[in-house]
């Protein structure tokens, strides 16, 4: 099992350059990874400041060598594909071959959905969801492109440079429950983030093996807060281990952690 942080870039937390220097104090302490959540807004704390996670990750990316970086998770629906393919392909060249996309519906918490006009019904925002994977995934390729969808069109285009890592940059995918569909969708990838016990973890891998023929060089990236016992997670099939902090972070937390 591999260990990393997964962080808020909220508050204390909002500045890139406190991130990047937390990024590279969890590289030398011996994490694997360093991963942000992707909001745009906390409508439930309005006066507590909020870092764009994206440009986090390239200051991070440009300060470390080793940690794998990514998002935990990007609710897709409110991002343009073509915008998240280039964003991609440019943090993994940064990086060296260390980027990660995690990719979900996301949730409209305290209105951050609606009161910004996006998208709000769950079946709507799946379908966006599995579209824009796929737009974007066939983007990375460096083939030109042809997708008439029900939400994206791309007509007739080539995105290049493509990513560093091969075949694709890696793609995890949340679920929060067994419901087959977000688990069908979450077997395409190469990966999962789950919002579950141990039980409900079993039972998770349980139907992603099933779809995809095995879990062989699958990862399973479960999140927890500090201190809390890895080990029956592990047992229950996570390769990865991510000490999870609270929307409220201060740096001193971290530095605890580390």
């Known amino acids: 099992m591999r260990h990393g942080l997964y962080l808020p870039p909220f508050g204390e937390l909002s500045d890139p350059a406190v991130l990047a220097e937390l ?34 990750l390239a200051a991070m990316a440009s300060r470390t060598e080793r940690v794998v970086l990514g998002t935990r998770v990007t609710p897709l629906s409110r991002r343009r594909p073509e915008m998240v393919a280039r964003q991609a392909v440019a943090l993994d060249h940064l990086s060296g071959g260390r980027f990660v996309l995690g990719a979900g519906l996301g949730g409209d918490t305290g209105g951050e959905f609606s009161r910004l006009g996006e998208t709000t019904g769950a079946r709507e925002r799946a379908g966006m969801l599995d579209e824009a994977l796929d737009v974007i995934c066939r983007l990375w390729t460096g083939e030109e492109v042809h997708h008439e969808g029900t939400h994206y069109r791309v007509d007739g285009l080539r995105f290049l440079p493509r990513p560093v890592q091969r075949p694709r940059i890696p793609v995890w995918v949340a679920a929060q429950s067994t419901s087959a569909a977000p688990l069908r969708r979450a077997a395409r990838y190469e990966g999962l983030c789950p919002e579950t016990d141990p039980d409900g973890l079993w039972e998770m891998l349980a139907s992603v093996s099933e779809h995809r023929g095995g879990l062989d060089g699958y990862e399973v990236a479960v999140g927890g807060p500090p201190g809390q016992d890895a080990a029956p997670f592990r047992d229950a099939g996570a390769t990865w281990w991510l000490t999870q902090f609270p929307e409220v972070t201060t740096v001193a937390d971290v530095e605890e952690a580390l």
């Open 23 to 56: 990024a590279v104090r969890a590289e030398n302490a011996g994490y694997d990874g360093v991963f942000l959540w992707d909001h745009v807004a906390r409508p439930l704390n309005p006066g507590l400041p909020v870092c764009d996670p994206w440009i986090a």
